[in-house]
């Protein structure tokens, strides 16, 4: 199994990003996949995920900013970060759950079993 994350870079308070996640060795649309970040000092957070039924579920900090979605047909899912903020500042990492992930456990980094090697997003003036 290989997660690819990519699209981070550094962009300016108010910018956006689209990270991508492209996994081989499962297929997206029949798992949990999410996204987590690490800032500086910091744990890891749960920032997004989406479950095989297509819904869609997000941290407090990002709602309304984030949104992940994904493409079957190139088994990769995407986050969509707009409005970023210094403080979104972090390695962003991809992951696939431990088979169908009730709602409640998606916040949960122990629940995922592969994990893509991240992304970094800067967000500075």
């Known amino acids: 199994v290989q997660l690819q994350a990519s699209g981070g870079g550094l962009v300016q308070p108010g910018g956006s990003l689209r990270l991508s996640c492209s996994v081989s060795?499962?297929?997206?649309?029949?798992?949990?996949v999410g996204w987590f970040r690490r800032a500086p000092g910091k744990d890891r957070e749960f920032v997004a995920a989406i479950r095989r039924s297509g819904s869609t579920h997000y941290a407090e900090a990002v709602k309304g900013r984030f949104t992940i979605s994904r493409d079957n047909a190139k088994n990769t899912v995407y986050v969509q970060l707009n409005s970023l903020k210094p403080e979104d500042t972090a390695v962003y990492y991809c992951?696939?759950?431990?088979?169908?992930?009730?709602?409640?456990?998606?916040?949960?980094?122990?629940?995922?079993?592969?994990w893509g090697q991240g992304t970094q997003v800067t967000v500075s003036s």
């Open positions: 992951a696939v759950g431990r088979g169908t992930l009730i709602v409640s456990s998606l916040w949960n980094g122990e629940e995922y079993e592969d």
């Open positions: 060795g499962r297929t997206v649309s029949i798992s949990s």
